[in-house]
């Protein structure tokens, strides 16, 4: 007999199924994967060093058109920089990575840092002491430290919120010659832990994008080796309009307009040292998470390796990713000195400060 409600069910299971399906076997990743290598315009691997920026028009419009936009007018194209703003607080290594991997499509990293915390601690500029870290990539790197005059009212948030207006308001404008903004430049505004893909990068520089951008992440914990099944809706990317410009809190807080999606990778407490741990949950803005049992060594070591969540949230959940190669270049290329960011297997969980024998 024909049973129009049983085909309905049936067929209405096959689609949560064959969902279910395609996430639990990580295909929406291959597809993803397709899709990006479909818009790459060499087929050659982008190697962290090297990078192609401004494309001819016929590229152009059939590489934008991948992202759902039209191509950029060219003659505006051959000027427009790419400046990177961020605000560091601890992340020596992490900006490393994120330089060496963004280094080809960027203009300017314009680093903000500040002898503060959000929390009002004092802490040492770390970047200006390490500055020769750094040194390849100098000539793109415009560092600043913030004028805290504005930052000694207001609550924790409030600090934040106008920390990361600093980036652009404290520097940007003051900028002058070869490294002064234009109408229609772009600007990203980042954590230095979330990082936009070489793809997206092209996309920014060659397509007519909006005001308002959302660079969808990979959303991992402590290493690329333990992921959340949800992604991250940062970084942000708008044009630079002079006085109309979006400042970096608006842009962040009121995220949306164009989407780019499994268009970079965050990596939330994805530090070498246990101390820097520690100190993350110190300086952090959810105060309410700075307790001295989720600072606790042996806590930090345990969650680190077994992908449990460092605050204690039911909610929380990693999944492990063995061998994951969908991860910045530039750590593969120099995996040896990274390894704390893909493997935190062994008894040390890959920190540097940490050794189990002794403690």
């Avoid at 936009?196 to 920014?204: G, H, Q």
């Avoid at 407490?269 to 300086?283: D, G, H, L, P, R």
Wanted: proline fraction near 6%; aromatic fraction near 12%; charged fraction near 25%.
């Amino acid at each position: 007999m024909y049973r129009p409600n049983a085909i309905k069910y049936q067929a209405g299971f096959a689609v949560v199924f064959f969902v279910w399906l395609l996430w639990h076997l990580d295909l929406h990743q291959q597809v993803a994967e397709k899709a990006r290598q479909l818009a790459r315009p060499h087929d050659t691997p982008h190697d962290g060093m090297t990078g192609s920026e401004v494309f001819l028009p016929d590229k152009a419009a059939e590489y934008c058109s991948h992202y759902r936009l039209e191509p950029a007018d060219s003659n505006m194209v051959q000027k427009r920089k790419i400046y990177d703003l961020l605000l560091i607080n601890t992340e020596v290594e992490m900006l490393e990575v994120r330089i060496g991997q963004m280094a080809p499509y960027v203009d300017y990293f314009v680093i903000l840092e500040s002898d503060k915390t959000f929390t009002d601690h004092p802490k040492p500029l770390y970047i200006r002491d390490n500055w020769e870290l750094f040194k390849p990539w100098h000539k793109k790197m415009i560092l600043r430290t913030m004028d805290l005059e504005k930052l000694k009212e207001g609550s924790t948030w409030d600090r934040e919120h106008t920390s990361r207006n600093a980036m652009y308001e404290q520097v940007i404008p003051s900028l002058v010659d070869e490294q002064a903004a234009s109408i229609d430049d772009i600007l990203i505004v980042s954590d230095v832990d979330e990082i936009p893909k070489p793809e997206i990068l092209r996309a920014l520089r060659n397509c007519n994008v909006p005001v308002r951008n959302t660079i969808h992440s990979s959303f991992y914990y402590y290493s690329y080796q333990w992921r959340m099944p949800i992604d991250w809706p940062h970084p942000q990317a708008t044009l630079y309009r002079g006085a109309d410009t979006i400042l970096p809190s608006d842009l962040r807080g009121n995220a949306g307009g164009h989407e780019f999606h499994y268009a970079g990778w965050h990596c939330s407490y994805c530090f070498s040292t246990v101390e820097e741990m520690a100190e993350k949950i110190n300086s952090f803005s959810h105060s309410e998470f700075n307790r001295d049992e989720f600072k606790d060594t042996n806590h930090i070591i345990n969650v680190t390796r077994n992908g449990l969540d460092i605050f204690k949230r039911a909610d929380t959940v990693f999944r492990r990713f063995e061998r994951n190669f969908d991860v910045p270049d530039y750590i593969k290329q120099h995996s040896n000195k990274f390894r704390y960011l893909i493997d935190r297997d062994p008894p040390n969980g890959n920190f540097k400060d940490y050794n189990p024998i002794s403690a």
